[in-house]
């Protein structure tokens, strides 16, 4: 039996949008994805080898051009994050349109392995989901599919957002998983830092006054 991977968990804002839909189109959702995923480290891989012809042509008229080589090391970076930028009528592979996905925030308890969140909508054991979320502040945007393994209502609460869902993720682009888990580290570490400096400035204080 294959040994499941543990993961840590954070408290997080995302934008978040989800869609339950028929499990028997998940074969062919993640064949579809699959795909693109493969296009993708395709033109990853050719962007890498024009990335190194450029860096050495680069180099060779830094010295006689300077000017010139600032100029297309800027142009270049431009175009790079331009490439990371998706048009405005884009369709994801899960059939969200940009022009009608929310840009809310969302509050979730988010790891590698999926994702805890609040709904206005009761959803089944089981069920399964389509998931884009956009990570904060990179605006990292995932694209997975989920399956409810809990979700349960709080009585406590007045507000209509009162389902408590929790989704693991079936299928995720290894890539996006490992910006996931990058996110997470990074967010407690920032925590952590900052409870490190709340604590030195109350030790502070307290010698202020004792002094």
Same mark, same amino acid.
């Given at each position: 039996?294959? #040994? ?15 869609? !339950?839909? !028929? ?27 024009? $990335? ?7 180099? #060779?008229?830094?010295?006689?051009? !300077? ?92 507000? $209509? ?51």
């Amino acid at each position: 039996m294959k #040994e499941r991977r543990r993961f840590y968990r954070i408290d997080d804002s995302v934008i978040l949008n989800y869609m !339950p839909f !028929p499990e028997e189109e998940i074969d062919d959702t993640i064949s579809r994805m699959e795909m693109l995923d493969s296009q993708h480290k395709l033109l990853q891989n050719s962007l890498g080898s024009i $990335e190194l012809r450029l860096d050495f042509l680069l180099q #060779e008229i830094a010295e006689p051009l !300077p000017e010139i080589a600032e100029a297309l090391k800027i142009i270049n970076r431009k175009l790079c994050i331009l490439s990371q930028i998706e048009g405005p009528t884009t369709e994801s592979v899960l059939g969200l349109n940009a022009e009608s996905m929310d840009t809310e925030i969302h509050e979730v308890n988010l790891s590698g392995s999926g994702l805890a969140f609040s709904s206005p909508t009761s959803f089944s054991h089981g069920e399964t989901m389509d998931l884009e979320f956009a990570l904060l502040p990179e605006y990292y945007n995932v694209r997975a599919i989920g399956k409810v393994v809990d979700c349960r209502e709080n009585h406590e609460t007045e507000s $209509e957002i009162k389902y408590q869902v929790a989704v693991d993720f079936i299928y995720l682009r290894e890539a996006d998983r490992e910006f996931i888990v990058a996110h997470i580290l990074k967010k407690q570490g920032e925590e952590l830092k900052s409870q490190r400096e709340s604590r030195e400035n109350e030790e502070i204080d307290l010698e202020a006054v004792a002094g």
